[in-house]
Every structure is written in C-alpha cells, then in structure tokens.
C-alpha cells in the first residue's frame, strides 16, 4: 500500500516551521489556515498576489498504457492529450457521480493527477481496481511533488517578473519546465470553472523550497504573500469555484455544471451510460449555485434547503461571510424548479438546526 503522507509534511513544511508557520489540525487533517491572518490573506487575494500550497490529492501514473487507461475510465478525451498539456477530467462511479474531478498533467513519459483535498486513498484504490493487463503503475507524488496556485489580480505580471517572457507567452492547457538559478519546476496556468486565471507551479520537494524563496526574495514591486485556506475558502465561495464539498459522490457532472469536463462523443467510461441518459432525457433535477443567506451574523456553514411545506429541495454545501460584499454567501445545489423563482427559501443548520431565508444568486458573486 502506498504511502499517504501528505505533502505539508514534507520539506516544504519545515521551511514553512522556520518561518514561523505552523499547520493546524481540523477535522482530522492538518493544513495551513493561516500565515498571517485572514483579514491579511484575503486582501493579497483581492488586491495583490497570493502563494497558496495546494492541499491536493497528487498521484503520478507511468507506463505506456497510462494516458489511454485514463481515457478509458474518466470524463473527458484524454487519448490524444498532447506531451506537456494538461486537461481537466472527472473520476465518476458506476451511477455517474462524481469521485474527483482532476487536472492531468501530461509530460509524456508519465502524467501527474491534482485531485481536491481528502481524495488521494480513494482516487489511488480506484484506479488500481481496475488497471489488469495494463501497463500501468499508480503512486503517491505528494512524497516527493508540492504545488503552489499563485493567484490574484497581479498573478499574470507576477508571474512574468518571476520568469520572464516565457511565462507571459504561457497560453491555454500548455505546460513549461523553467529552471531559475540552480532549481526548475513547471508551470501551467489553470482556469477555474467561473473563468479566473491562476498558475499552478509543480516543482519536486528541495526545488520547491528554492522556488518559495526565490519568489519572496524577488517579488519587486508586487504584494505578494502566503495564503492559507480560511482566507482562500471566501475567495472561492466568491468567485463560485467548487471544492471537494461540492463535488463528491453525491452529485454528478451535469449537476454540477462541468460538462465541458465530459466527452459525449468518445465512447464508454465508467459512468458513461448514466451521464449520457441524463442528457439524453432531460432527466437532471438539481443544479449548482450561490445563495445569500439574509442573517450574516450566522457561523453555521451547511444548511438544508425545504420548501414551505418542509420539503427537501436542496443544500448548501459551503458558506462564509464575505467581507467586499458584506453578506454571508454559500454554494451548494437546489432543485431546478426552485433556482429562477423570486421568493426567498428556508434553510435550517446541518447542526444548530438554526433556520435562516436565503435567496438564490448566480456565480460568481464577485469576479
């Protein structure tokens, strides 16, 4: 069995510790939630450029059956995925839900997948399920990867002062190795499902503690720092970006709006029938989207939706205070019946039971 140490601790983590930068533990994982603190946090996100260290699912693949394997049992058309490319992807099940949805990172002799947080054991179970004559091997890159997400409206210059024209060149899924003194590491920059441009940097563990502190020892003009995931958590919930609370195994690609990850057109995957016969039969029944709930002053982050008859009509998922919109926000699903209607709906707290109306908003709330 492989080795799940996640990549915070790692060396990467100890450079952190020197800095003064301690992991948290919550819900039985340990991340980074804050660097400074989260007021600090989400203005460098708004207004500068964040470094946030990924606390994602990694696992390598090798083997000349690699690429087609993937193809044959995820969303999207892998098959011809050319050498240093990425594409985004989907793990569904045998109902069509959704295990993970992954970036693949083609380098060609080997593939890298960044999954969301807390899938790295089930994603890695899964795909030895079913690789048989394959050739195909599967491990956990978190032992010897880190990947940093530099984002914010200064991230694009940023990431040019950091690397020169070969970054500002950097279009589309295109992935580019760039040495910097005496390390290297890669880049491709990532679009969310709301549109927002980020980088993801991949570099190799005692390289990827040169990078940190090439990039604090070079930020020039920019206002650049850490981010940790309490500030980062309002910056997606903003910007509509789904984590792992909203795509998992309850909901499937359609739900969730990412059908541009799903190929309709390249035969079977697991899941393939029942995505395709939802399609087909306009059989989809819930739908992503925001929602403002009226009480800001609530801490509760999930909630169940009823109808006035106490009905179950959907969930928020995540929610938190939003401090440019000065309101508490949430994502989450709703019965399509329910989403174009101008009435406010009824939420009561997964565990305080508080109840609270909320009003249904499109994404982003904030670009």
């Not at 007021?39 to 260290?53: A, D, F, H, P, S």
């Not at 000349?64 to 992807?89: E, G, M, V, Y």
């Not at 992503?288 to 006035?308: A, H, I, R, Y």
């Not at 019965?335 to 009561?348: R, V």
Request: with cysteine; charged share 25%.
């Amino acid at each position: 069995m492989a080795n799940f140490e996640h990549p915070e601790t790692s060396l990467v983590r100890t450079y952190f510790e020197t800095l003064g930068f301690l992991p948290e533990q919550r819900n039985g994982e340990a991340h980074f939630y804050k660097y400074s603190s989260e007021k600090e946090e989400y203005r460098i996100l708004t207004q500068g450029v964040g470094c946030r260290l990924l606390p994602a699912a990694l696992l390598e693949m090798q083997g000349n059956d690699a690429l087609d394997f993937l193809h044959r049992i995820t969303t999207n058309d892998l098959k011809t995925l050319p050498a240093n490319h990425f594409k985004k992807t989907i793990f569904t099940n045998e109902k069509g839900r959704i295990l993970d949805r992954v970036s693949v990172l083609n380098f060609g002799d080997k593939q890298l997948l960044i999954g969301n947080s807390g899938t790295q054991q089930k994603l890695f179970l899964w795909i030895n399920r079913y690789i048989i004559m394959d050739d195909v091997k599967v491990q956990n890159a978190a032992e010897h990867h880190s990947v940093f997400e530099i984002f914010g409206p200064q991230a694009r210059s940023f990431m040019t002062l950091l690397c020169g024209e070969q970054c500002k060149e950097l279009q589309g899924n295109e992935i580019r190795m760039l040495t910097l003194e005496d390390f290297s590491f890669y880049v491709t920059p990532n679009i969310s499902v709301s549109g927002i441009e980020s980088f993801y940097l991949v570099a190799r563990q005692p390289d990827a503690v040169k990078l940190l502190q090439y990039a604090r020892m070079n930020k020039g003009i920019f206002d650049f720092g850490f981010v940790g995931e309490d500030a980062y958590e309002i910056y997606r919930i903003e910007r509509g970006i789904p984590s792992e609370r909203e795509l998992n195994d309850h909901y499937n690609p359609h739900e969730a709006k990412l059908l541009d990850d799903v190929s309709f057109t390249k035969g079977c995957y697991i899941g393939q029938e029942v995505i395709a016969r939802l399609a087909t039969y306009d059989k989809v029944q819930k739908y992503f989207c925001g929602f403002v709930l009226s009480n800001s002053e609530v801490t509760e982050k999930e909630f169940l939706l009823v109808d006035n008859e106490l009905n179950e009509i959907g969930v928020i998922t995540s929610s938190v205070f939003s401090p440019s919109l000065q309101k508490r926000i949430g994502l989450g699903y709703l019965k399509k019946d329910f989403i174009d209607g101008e009435n406010a709906l009824k939420a009561i707290g997964k565990n305080s039971k508080v109840e609270v109306s909320v009003t249904v908003h499109s994404l982003p709330f904030k670009d």
